[in-house]
Structure formats: structure tokens, C-alpha cells
């Protein structure tokens, strides 16, 4: 079946470190692959995603490359800032299924 | 992006009573809604896939006569968890699949943390 692993949580960083969540995957077929943030209060948002091997997502200065040689997904950031807190999750769709199978989530701390 | 919301946001009750949460797409038509339920410190776990005007489709595991799943409009599902006993205590999510202008994007519900008594 589909699996996500990622990194446990808290991960704590400085401002304007350099940030890496790692995520690794097993799926059947060619999955889509994703990220979605949780900030405190809310729902998931969709903050990326790669949909064929080789294609980099990126948005609000994250980004993530889809490696299918690893079956990897890392997200990293240059520059983190404190509006970065939050629960990061990683995700597939694969298989013709609909539905998306996740990772536990990564909670991101960064302080000032 | 879409919103989606969930009503109620938070519900306690008492073991054996049945309780519905509902997922609305606000600004889109929804054919396909999905609904997960999350365990403190655990991913999401798909729990069943809603089309409207049609019946559910549960992920194995997941037990169709207790999680009841209507989704009668395109901006509409209902989960009702019946006969409900505290293991059914959870963090339960909606998402809704936006298919607009040939995207296929989740667009996810705040969550409603149920707790039976």
C-alpha cells in the first residue's frame, strides 16, 4: 500500500535559517506529491505539490523537487521567518485513488 | 484559493448518541468530498470518499453502518457517527476536490474535534 514517512517533530529553528523536512514515500504506480501546511487554528492549505518525477514545486519560498530515484519529497525554505510556525504534512495521491495518504505532520517552531 | 468549513467545530456528547458534522464548499461545486479523521500526533486517515448523488465509498476498515456519509448537494456532505463510544473521540476532516479550470486540488475544512463521553 501507500505509505508517507517524515520527519518527527518539533523541529526548532532560528530566523532566517535554512530548513529542510524530509519525506520519503512508497506508492503503487506514479503518484502526485504534495505539501500542506496547518498554521494554529486552521485547516490544511495546499503549499505545493509535483506531479512527475523531476518537477520542482514552489511557493512562498518553499520548495521541493519530486525524486523518484530516493522516492523522496524534501521541503526546504532559504530563509525561514516566524509566520513559518506551523504543522507541515507531506502527501500522495496515487493508484487511481482519490483520496491522499499523509505523513504524521512535522510541527515547525521558529523563533525569533 | 477555496474555503471550505465544518459545523460544528467542536462537539461533546454522550456514549451511544449519534452526531452529525457537516462540510460545505463555499465558493465551489463539489462532486467528490472526502473525509478524514486524525488521532493526536498521527497523520490524516482517508476514512471514505463522498460523491453526490451517489453512495459512499468507505477505505477498508472503516465501518459504513457506524460513519454515515450524505452528500445530497454539490456543496454539501454529512458525516454522522452513530451510537457513538469514546474510541470514536477524534479529529475529524473534510476536504473538498476543486476541479475548476482543469486543476485538481483538496481544499480542507478547519477539522471538528469530537469528544464522547
Known amino acids: 500500500g501507500n505509505s508517507v514517512t517524515q520527519m518527527e517533530g518539533p523541529v526548532t529553528l532560528s530566523e532566517e535559517a535554512f530548513l529542510t523536512i524530509n519525506c520519503t514515500y512508497t506508492?503503487?504506480?506514479?503518484?502526485?506529491l504534495f505539501w500542506y501546511v496547518q498554521y494554529p487554528g486552521e485547516g490544511l492549505q495546499l503549499l505545493l505539490k509535483?506531479?512527475?518525477?523531476?518537477d520542482k514545486g514552489s511557493n512562498k519560498g518553499f520548495e521541493a523537487t519530486y525524486r523518484k530515484e530516493t522516492t523522496s519529497f524534501h521541503l526546504e525554505k532559504g530563509s525561514v521567518q516566524v509566520s513559518d510556525s506551523a504543522v507541515y504534512f507531506c502527501?500522495?495521491?496515487?493508484?487511481?485513488?482519490?483520496?491522499?495518504?499523509f505523513g504524521k505532520g512535522t510541527h515547525l517552531i521558529i523563533q525569533p | 484559493g477555496a474555503v471550505v468549513s465544518q459545523h460544528p467545530s467542536r462537539v461533546i456528547c454522550k456514549s451511544g448518541t449519534s452526531v452529525k458534522i457537516e462540510c460545505r464548499s463555499l465558493?465551489?461545486?463539489?462532486?467528490?468530498m472526502f473525509w478524514y479523521r486524525q488521532f493526536p500526533k498521527q497523520s490524516l486517515m482517508l476514512m471514505a470518499t463522498?460523491?453526490?448523488?451517489?453512495?459512499?465509498?468507505?477505505e477498508q476498515g472503516v465501518e459504513k453502518d457506524k460513519f454515515l456519509i450524505n452528500h445530497a448537494s454539490l456543496t454539501l456532505s454529512t458525516l454522522t457517527v452513530t451510537s457513538a463510544h469514546p474510541e470514536d473521540s477524534s479529529f475529524y476532516i473534510c476536504?473538498?476536490?476543486?476541479?475548476?479550470?482543469?486543476?485538481?486540488?483538496?481544499?480542507f475544512g478547519p477539522g471538528t474535534r469530537l469528544t464522547v463521553l
Open positions: 465558493d465551489f461545486q463539489a462532486t467528490t
Open positions: 506508492a503503487t504506480g506514479y503518484p502526485s
Open positions: 476536504s473538498a476536490r476543486d476541479r475548476r479550470g482543469g486543476t485538481d486540488t483538496q481544499y
Open positions: 502527501a500522495l495521491r496515487s493508484g487511481g485513488a482519490d483520496g491522499l495518504t
Open positions: 463522498s460523491n453526490e448523488g451517489s453512495k459512499a465509498t468507505y
Open positions: 509535483a506531479t512527475k518525477a523531476d
